[in-house]
Nanobody
Framework: QVQLVESGGGLVQPGGSLRLSCAAS????????MAWYRQTPGNQRELVAH???????NYADSVKGRFTISRDNAKKTVYLQMNSLKPEDTAVYYC???????????????????????WGQGTQVTVSS
């Protein structure tokens, strides 16, 4: 069973910084694109940033120059460094990963044909003075 667990949210003053983390666990053969989304009450979830398996990144216009997405493949973790935070960045932040599942063959993880998108539980980020 694959799980994504986020951490790092909280309350910060405008202009401050936070770093979100999202770690994947389970029998995983490969993690493809990893991404961060955010959602405010009454609105659809919006893409904040994504990073491909080979490190290519893309950002929403509203966060370009302020947020940086990165990943550590060995740790199966994606990060979101958020600087110069604004009140309008307040939201629940979710990570998403496209994952190709593995299975154990002895002590080796081998591929399966099962893949899909997995979501974390969300972490609240509040930017307020």
């Amino acid at each position: 069973q694959v799980q994504l667990v986020e951490s790092g949210g909280g309350l910060v003053q405008p202009g401050g910084s936070l770093r979100l983390s999202c770690a994947a666990s389970g029998i995983i053969f490969r993690i493809n694109t990893m991404a961060w989304y955010r959602q405010t009450p009454g609105n659809q979830r919006e893409l904040v940033a994504h990073v491909t398996s080979d490190g290519n990144t893309n950002y929403a216009d509203s966060v370009k120059g302020r947020f940086t997405i990165s990943r550590d493949n060995a740790k199966k973790t994606v990060y979101l460094q958020m600087n110069s935070l604004k009140p309008e960045d307040t939201a629940v932040y979710y990570c998403k990963a496209n994952i190709l599942l593995g299975r154990m063959a002895g002590i080796v993880v081998v591929t399966t044909t099962v893949s899909g998108d997995y979501w974390g539980q969300g972490t609240q980020v509040t930017v307020s003075s």
